[in-house]
């Protein structure tokens, strides 16, 4: 669900066409960064309008994998990766499609007692799996800590799988807060707001994905989405009647 909300803060410029010569005048401090100018021959107000748009993620990226030690480089890169075979096995079990999993890492590498004296070798094999049903993401965990001792949770992000419609939303809200914006202004200066003279989008804060570490599972927390926010800036010049 899409939940819809206005952001008010931005900046406005507003110019202003005389008979005579060229003059500035302050019109004294409205905020920290509104300011009026008149100019010859020109009629405009500039606005920059803002919108933002909160929807709940429906994508769970887990972050998982494997990790095992041994004497020998060749025992632990073996037994590094049966284990990870045996964890994209639950992971499918649990639900996970084959084309929603990949291997994220894969390291092998000496640990030292006394350098350079080797005590032994370090495998670990990472593996992220995409969970496009929330309600199973219990169950993916659980899955994933079942496996055993050798397996490790690296945390996980949530994200919005189309995030077209809650831009599309934001865009308009930013617009809408222009237009309102610019009606004020030219209401202030005695002039009848025109026709739209240019627009131009200033920046786009994409959705954030929301992470949690790995502790959350040794307390059986239900796992939870929240909410990611789209955010526009539009800047738009108005004619000025």
Known sequence: MIKLSHIVAAAAFLTAGTLGGAASADSGTVSDTARVTVEENRAQVTVVGEGSVSSAPDIM?????????????????????????????????????????????????????????????????????????????????????AVGEEVRLNGLSFEVSDSRGALTAARDLAFADARTRAEQYASLAGRELGRVVTISEESVTPPRPVAYGAGFAAEKASVSPGQQTVSVSVRVVYGLG
């Open 61 to 145: 990226r887990l972050n998982t994998g494997v990790e095992v030690r041994h004497a020998s480089a060749s025992q632990a890169f073996a037994a590094a990766r049966a284990a990870a075979a045996k964890l994209t096995s639950a992971l499918r079990q649990a639900g996970v499609a084959i084309e929603d999993l990949r291997t994220s890492e894969l390291s092998l590498g000496p640990e030292y007692e006394n350098y350079p004296k080797v005590s032994g070798y370090r495998a670990a094999q990472g593996v992220e799996a995409v969970v496009r049903d929330l309600e199973s993401a219990d169950r993916v965990i659980e899955a994933a800590v």
